[in-house]
């Protein structure tokens, strides 16, 4: 059986354990919302109305295609397309081509940062196979100008940093709704997260911190693996309502 991503890929161990994965989903929440197109995913309402489940959506469609057979995770893609197309289709105007790269470009980038974080440094083989198994996903949806390898990868992405991203009045709405939907206490997670993972143009825009309290909780959970706690605090990352959904992604326990 031919899977998209070989079996013993790294790009499965990052996406094979919950905790990187939730780590991916905060520095994504943080970056969407200074997206100058974050507009596209104001348009439904869905967004505004449940931005832990938009966005949750989109991490997991993209652990669906990373563990799919070759055929499924083609069709998950072009049912990604799809309904892209009928957004647009909606609107009366088209998604911008740079704005479809900012999401896989965040796919690639905190796929790295997360795991490094919690785990360990990757070698430059390791990005270069996550950065190319990303690249399929792009080009089977018919993005235009991507990158032909990691390197190139590394400048267009500092580019589309310093280009893409502004705080903006949305911005300032969906961290309201973040905190409306997470509480006080899984906000303030979410946050010192997002400080240790996003690079530092998106943590400056944000003026995020990480306080020295949550060094040590870092450092718990990062240990926790061993001391057989690491399921209870994975759960208090989120609300109750996602705990199965959070369960579902680790592939690796």
Known sequence: MKYFVDEHSIVRKIWGEADTVLFIFAGAAAEFALNKAVDWLYFTGKLPADPLDRLFSTVTYAHKILFATYDNANAA????TAIHKQVETSRGSQIPDWAYRDVLFMLIDYSIRSYELLKRKLTVEEKTEVYNVFYKVGMRM???????????????????????LEFGALTHDLFKQYLKHLGYFRY?????VQALV???????LLHLKS???FSCVLSGYKS????????FLRDALLPAAYRSKIRALNKLD
């Open 188 to 192: 303030w997670l979410m946050k010192n």
């Open 142 to 164: 018919g993005l235009k100008d991507l990158p032909a390898d990691y390197e190139g990868w590394i400048t267009r992405r500092l580019g589309h940093l310093q280009q893409n």
């Open 198 to 204: 996003v690079p530092p143009v998106v943590k400056d």
């Open 224 to 231: 926790s693996g061993t001391l057989k706690i690491n399921h």
């Open 211 to 213: 306080t020295n309290g």
């Open 77 to 80: 893609i072009d049912q990604i």
